[in-house]
């Protein structure tokens, strides 16, 4: 009889333990998953937005750097605006070629999608501190890895502006627009984003009265 009951106390003191441990771990579970959820909510708005600033760097390079590279074949031979004077030789309009411009635009649209599809998926490394959001321990702890898959689609525009850019002198600018809709997709992650590159295409300088423009060029939107 005395054996039985020991061997009932030792048992029921086994499962008292052993709920214990299992209490223990559940919490422990608990807590990193809380801790977990935390960091997570802290790391991806920042690792987001140092993904999309370095994306948004490199496709605005690529555009320039495109578009000073083909600017020379772009505007070889066309010639962009015409001018009417009157009697007293007042210009009285520029007149735009469109056919000239059109042309521009399709070019630098075709150039301009081909370099952004050309932009290999990299990968960047970010110092624990920063993703965190710390700015005393920026540049500590060990690099985050991210590998970015940058997409992205063009859109080609060109407009006109005017400029006062002294006493009775305009200047009259054409300008080619480039937009691209930027995707950053990081694994589980993406964004989309815009970048927009103004490439002067040519510059007039005007004096006197302001000419009226014939066919003129849409506003860029």
Same mark, same amino acid.
């Given at each position: ?75 070889? %031979? ?73 997409? %992205? ?12 850019? %002294? ?55």
């Amino acid at each position: 009889m005395f054996r039985s009951s020991g061997f009932r106390l030792a048992s029921g003191a086994r499962a008292g333990r052993r709920a214990k441990v299992a209490g223990i771990l559940l919490a422990v579970l608990i807590t990193f998953l809380w801790l977990f959820f935390l960091a997570e909510r802290s790391i991806v708005p920042t690792i987001m937005a140092i993904a999309e600033s370095e994306t948004i760097r490199i496709a605005n390079e690529v555009m320039m750097d495109t578009i000073n590279e083909h600017l020379h074949t772009l505007l070889n %031979g066309k010639v962009l605006l015409e001018f009417e004077t009157g009697p007293t030789g007042d210009l009285l309009y520029v007149r735009t070629n469109s056919t000239a411009l059109n042309q521009i635009q399709a070019d630098a649209l075709r150039v301009l999608q081909k370099a952004i599809d050309s932009i290999q998926d990299f990968t960047i490394y970010v110092p624990l501190g920063q993703a965190l959001g710390s700015k005393l321990l920026a540049s500590l702890g060990p690099r985050i890895p991210i590998r970015l898959i940058p997409y %992205g689609s063009v859109r080609a525009q060109i407009y006109d502006s005017y400029d006062v850019t %002294g006493i009775n002198q305009t200047r009259y600018n054409i300008l080619l627009r480039a937009t691209c809709s930027v995707q950053v997709i990081i694994p589980l992650i993406a964004a989309e984003t815009e970048v927009v590159t103004d490439i002067p295409l040519t510059t007039v300088l005007i004096p006197g009265k302001v000419p009226d423009t014939y066919l003129a060029i849409p506003p860029a939107k």
